[in-house]
């Protein structure tokens, strides 16, 4: 056999790569490019909690405004996503360090430590939320 011929061969025999329509990430992948974005926009949340401390600091009517911001519907919203936000990030910094330990690294355990991460992220959220309205009184 020619070299060109077992060149040929070899590339027949190779799989295709999976495109995306065919292919499913697994939920390990799925966390894990949702625990970057998150601590991304961790960021973003960050600046809204330091610009809510610098208005309570400034005087009563810039603390009635930026209040008013997230007291909308649109201020609700994304205060429910930046809290769901920090809360799936730090499950996910959780499930890293149990990693880090040597346990759940096998595929099936793997697999089942990411779905837990979440669900314990919206119920955890939600838990904040329904707790926060009933101190508040609303």
């Known amino acids: 056999m020619s ?3 077992a060149t040929q ?3 027949r025999a190779r799989p ?8 499913r990430p697994p939920i390990t992948m799925t966390t894990s490019i949702l625990h970057r974005i ?3 926009a961790l960021y973003f949340g960050t600046l809204l909690v330091a610009w ?3 208005a ?4 009563q009517e810039y603390f009635d405004f930026v209040s008013g911001i997230y007291g909308s519907w649109f201020g609700q919203l994304v205060l429910l996503g930046y809290t769901w936000a920090l ?13 880090d330990t040597g346990v759940g690294l096998e595929k099936h355990t793997a697999s089942k430590i990411a779905w837990a991460t979440v ?16 101190v508040r009184g609303a």
Not at 16 to 23: A, E
Not at 87 to 99: A, K, S, Y
Not at 123 to 133: D, K, N, P, S
């Open 3 to 5: 070299k060109s011929q």
């Open 16 to 23: 295709l790569s999976p495109h995306l329509t065919v292919y």
């Open 9 to 11: 061969a070899t590339s």
């Open 119 to 134: 669900v314990a992220s919206v119920v955890v959220t939600a838990l904040v939320w329904i707790v926060g309205y009933m």
């Open 38 to 40: 998150t601590g991304g």
């Open 52 to 54: 809510w401390l610098i």
């Open 56 to 59: 309570a600091a400034t005087s």
């Open 87 to 99: 809360v799936f990030h730090m499950m996910g910094g959780i499930r890293h360090l149990v990693w």
